[in-house]
Each structure stands twice: as C-alpha cells, then as structure tokens.
C-alpha cells in the first residue's frame, strides 16, 4: 500500500511539473521528467519550480485544476459548505463561478444577482461575470441589459474591452447587426489577442461585406507570421479561422 501511494504521489507530481513546463516553453524538461522521473522531477523542482514560488500560485492552481478532472464535484461542494458557514460576497461570487464551471448557469445568476446589493448594486466585476453567465446560458436579451449598464454607470471601467467584446456578440445573437458591427470595430485594434478583429470580420462577411472580412483576415495571418510561437500557440483558433476564410496557408516564422 506505501508503495502504491508513492507510485500515485510520483506521478501526480510528474503531471504537475510537466504542466509547469509546457507552459514556459521548456520542452526539453518535459523529456527530462517523464524519462528520469525521480532525479529529473527533483531537479527542476528544486531549479525552476522553488524560485518561482513566492511570484506566483502555479501549484495550488495546478492541484485545484487536477482535483476538479478527477473529482469534479467536490470542489462544488466545498464551496457550498463554504458559503453556508460563511455567507460572504466573496463565498457567493467563488460558488457562482463553480457552478458556471459545471454548466449550471442558472444557479450562477441567481447567485451573481444575489451580490448586487447595497454598495455592490451596480458594482461591475459583478455584472460582468452576470453577463458572462447570462451569455452562456443563452439569455442574450439580459446580458445585453446587464452590459449596457456597465457601459452607461463605468465607462472607465478596467475590462471595458472584454464587456465591450461580449456585448458585441449579444448584440449579433439578438441579430442586431449594427449595433454589433459598431461594438466590434471600436474594439478589433485595441483587444488582445485575435479574436475580436476575427469575430469582427466573421460578422462582416456573413452580411456580405467579402472586401472588409478578407482585408482584417489578412491582417490577422500576416501579423500571425511575424509573431513568436506562444502568441501563434494561443490564438490558434482564430489564426486558423482567419485561414479557413482566406483558405490559404499561414506562414510561420521558427
């Protein structure tokens, strides 16, 4: 039985270091640790890993990540006794976005609305993340609404970007064309990443305007081909959407 918990800690651990790896593109510490899984699991832990832990809570959030792939459900519960225990702002919004993870996306907007009270009533983290939910669960009509206030009570607010974006793809789901038309053009320069010029020009060619689509998918294959491979790594989906459209190879720099 020592032997068989050790043998599930070791490769729990492997899992682990490999993630840490993969994402810092150290590949070769990949082979490192699966080949010499002891000494090369110790090595890089003690070389990569340690110094790294007072920055950042990569394990923990490794460890959570495992804990829901393997048992999805207790994690859900934790939060729920959570919450019962200590009925807090904070204890609602964490139970709220787990329940999102598991696709229950009306208990999640309960939740979120329950927050929106007394200070917190037009609080926008709040509204956003109601949105996000209210998205999700195909309820575009209130998320446009939910979204629409942040926009009219936060116009500085920090995500503007991001509730600018989600707003967007409300408006094409209630098929007001215009209004999401306007929403992705004051944001396809400015958002990180490609997925909101792509959407942007999605929406474009499905209306008919070829000219404009294929000048932004251009944009974005083009710039794809001067970027490092993380960034080709990370936007993959909308770099090869880009490409569907255009139906022409990317040019990738090594």
Known sequence: MFFYSWGIALVIAEIVLVIH????????????????????????????VLPDFRFNNTIQDTGEKLTRIVAPSKHLLKLKQQLEFSD??????????????????????????????????????????LA?????????????????????KHPHFINKKKASLLLARAYEELNEVENALAEYKSIAGIYPGEEAKCRYALLLKKI???????????????????????YRREQKKWIDLARQNLNEPLQQRD
């Open 21 to 48: 790896a993969a994402r810092r593109d150290r590949y070769l510490w990949i082979y490192v640790i699966l080949f010499f899984p002891v000494v090369g699991s110790a090595v890089y832990f003690f070389l990569h």
């Open 208 to 230: 008919g305007r070829i000219d404009e689509a294929e000048k932004i998918f251009n944009e974005i294959i083009y710039g794809a081909g001067k970027s490092p491979r993380y």
């Open 132 to 152: 996000g939910a209210q998205f999700m669960n195909r309820s575009f009509d209130e998320a446009r609404n939910s979204l629409i206030k942040i926009k009219r």
């Open 88 to 129: 807090t702002l904070e204890n609602r919004q964490l139970l709220a976005k787990e329940y999102e993870n598991h696709g229950r996306y009306d208990d999640a907007i309960t939740l979120y609305e329950s927050c929106l009270e007394g200070v917190y009533e037009d609080d926008p983290y709040i509204l956003l993340d």
